[in-house]
């Protein structure tokens, strides 16, 4: 068998809506090609969540492919995010693989979402001639990868396909490595939204459509799960954007909690709800949040960082509002957290920042986080650094940050500090070292061979 055939390794239904979107649109190739699904679960327990293969609202998505070949049942009864088979390994895998999917000699284009990490990581190494090719996770598309990976991989990365949510901005994820991002219009992204909604019946949600009552609808994220801030943190958070729908003349506030976040979080902004003299009902079913707001007529969407934000806005319409992102941004910790581009581009389209200078913050942002990876960064990031106000550059980059790399806005050093920091590199402090420590090894072979020792 010859040809070529494309594996979509997929495991949210934001990127299988992404992947189908793209070839709907003709932007990955002919249809003479064969597609495969192969959907997995990287849920903390996969028995218990809803997968991509088994979600009756995404039978329509896939649809689109010749066929499908789960993960999981593969791997049982290891969990894929622990998939780390050993280098020796990889050629008998990929060719247990070529058997099992009955791939034989075919050219495969593989496409992947999150490849930091197992099991899109391995798959990528697995596949050692595949051309490859990511599919975007939202937001965290415009971050860079956050961890070097081999030379023998990054080489094939050829696309990144990603709905085109923030328009004119450039995604920084494989942006070191010449990957050609492929941009999903939103009006083709919307069309799969919208197919995907009215794929299947939902009176919960059909309850709800009042057109003439003015409605906003607030995205739970349950960020006290990633450890950003507290429970009760969380819910000040929340009832903070119970005021903001309020203020913007919302009637109705529709809150879609989080699949994992306690019944406390409805109950509270049920609470200020009423205090604000604004009627209140919880949406908890299964339509992405972008068609719920479009369902519902929403006159504003309001969450923290989701991405629903600008997907919301930019293939709807629909204004939206985000509450808490800076307390996000001088929380997150690392500073390397993957969730900081996401939440520093959702800040900036709060404020009004125009698209030029949003590529900049995500720019400077993306360097800040990853020096070593996004080096040729540098040059745009000290261009967007040294035209914002300090108050701005010390919101997305903080001090500590810009002395360490030697960017504009770094305070001054104090006594003890020399000049000339990491710049993007090791910094002069770990060079001090490093050269004292070079030092004492030399003297150490000078003694030896004097002393014959």
């Given at each position: ?21 793209a ?19 990287t ?8 997968d991509?293969?088994s979600v ?24 894929p ?11 008998m895998?990929?060719?247990?693989l ?30 050692s ?18 961890s ?8 094939r ?9 923030v ?14 991002p492929?941009?999903?219009d ?86 200020r ?54 307390t ?11 969730n ?11 404020r009004?920042i ?15 986080m ?5 080096g ?36 001054a ?41």
């Amino acid at each position: 068998m010859s040809g070529t055939i494309q594996l979509f390794a997929l495991h949210s239904a934001y990127g299988l809506m992404t992947a189908v979107a793209a070839i709907d649109a003709g932007l990955l190739g002919d249809d003479d090609v064969e597609r495969i699904l192969v959907p997995m679960s990287t849920a903390a327990v996969p028995e218990t969540a809803p997968d991509l293969e088994s979600v009756p609202r995404l039978a329509p998505l896939r649809a689109r492919f010749d066929r499908i070949e789960p993960l999981n049942p593969l791997l049982d009864p290891l969990h894929p995010t622990t998939w780390h088979p050993g280098e020796q390994e990889l050629p008998m895998l990929e060719r247990l693989l070529r058997r099992t999917w009955a791939l034989h000699d075919a050219r495969l284009e593989l496409f992947v979402q999150s490849p930091q990490v197992a099991p899109a990581r391995t798959l990528m190494a697995l596949f050692s001639q595949a051309q490859l090719n990511v599919i975007g996770d939202g937001l965290m598309t415009y971050s860079p990868i956050r961890s070097a990976m081999p030379r023998q991989v990054t080489e094939r990365v050829a696309r990144v396909v990603h709905p085109d949510v923030v328009p004119g901005v450039v995604p920084l994820v494989f942006a070191e490595t010449g990957a050609i991002p492929v941009p999903v219009d939103p009006a083709d992204h919307g069309r799969v939204l919208c197919e995907v909604g009215q794929a299947q019946p939902d009176a919960a949600l059909d309850a709800l459509v009042s057109p003439d009552v003015p409605t906003a609808l607030v995205i739970g994220q349950y960020l006290s799960a990633l450890g950003l801030m507290s429970q009760d943190d969380e819910t000040s958070l929340q009832t903070r954007m119970i005021d903001r729908a309020a203020d913007a003349g919302a009637q109705r506030v529709v809150f879609k909690p989080h699949p994992s976040a306690p019944p406390a979080f409805s109950d509270a902004l049920g609470q200020r709800a009423s205090a604000r003299g604004v009627a209140f009902a919880t949406y908890a079913g299964d339509q992405p949040a972008e068609y719920v707001a479009h369902r519902l007529g929403a006159a504003a969407v309001i969450a923290g960082f989701s991405t629903a934000l600008p997907t919301a806005r930019t293939v709807f319409g629909i204004p939206g509002h985000a509450v808490g992102s800076d307390t996000v941004l001088a929380r997150l910790t690392p500073y390397e957290n993957s969730n900081r581009v996401p939440a520093a581009i959702v800040d900036a389209l709060e404020r009004g920042i125009a698209t030029d200078e949003l590529q900049g913050i995500v720019d400077a942002v993306g360097y800040a986080m990853q020096p070593h990876i996004v080096g040729h960064l540098r040059p745009r990031a000290i261009a967007a650094l040294a035209a914002m106000t300090g108050r701005d550059r010390e919101r997305y980059v903080p001090s500590d940050r810009l002395r360490a790399l030697d960017l504009p806005g770094a305070p001054a050093r104090g006594r003890w500090q020399r000049p000339g920091g990491q710049a993007g590199g090791v910094g002069r402090w770990e060079e001090l070292q490093l050269t004292a420590a070079g030092a004492k090894r030399r003297a150490r072979r000078v003694w030896k061979a004097a002393t014959g020792r």
